[in-house]
């Protein structure tokens, strides 16, 4: 029980730190989405059902403190925890954050979270989704799997 309150304890850390100083580090208003690391995390350590939790409760609680669309964030979030899930090995779950499978759950979560999230948030402007996916959705993912690099590196020390 108390792994799982130590879980929400940095959810909610780092869910306050992506809703504020994150936008320190906007490149070309690119952000890294540490929640999406977070998740990946989350599923990897507890399996896919934790991890699509964590991604609904950590998506709502996005929603409602940005305010901008209700319900977007806890649908791409969830999806993210539950694709993150699909890497989740019982047998092997310290060993994963010292290889590169980590990144690349890291990666493809991010990735299809972006896809999903940008073709759903404009839909119906003039920006194109190839556009929006291509600038915002790749840019995102890209730096979140290079911020998902350090946690990987410090942890195979």
Known sequence: MTRFIRYILWGVVLLAIQTTLVRLFSVENVLPDIVTIWLVYVALKEGQIAGTISGFISGLLIDFVSGDFLGLS???????????GFFYDEFKTN?????????FAVLISSL????VYFAVYLF?????LVAAVLHYGVGTTAYTSAVSLIPMRRRKK
Do not use: E, P, S
Not at 74 to 84: M, R, S
């Open 74 to 84: 806890a649908l791409t979030k969830t999806l993210c925890g539950f694709i993150a």
């Open 95 to 103: 060993q994963i954050f010292g290889t590169y499978r980590f990144f």
């Open 112 to 115: 299809l979270h972006n896809v």
């Open 124 to 128: 119906g402007t003039d920006i194109t």
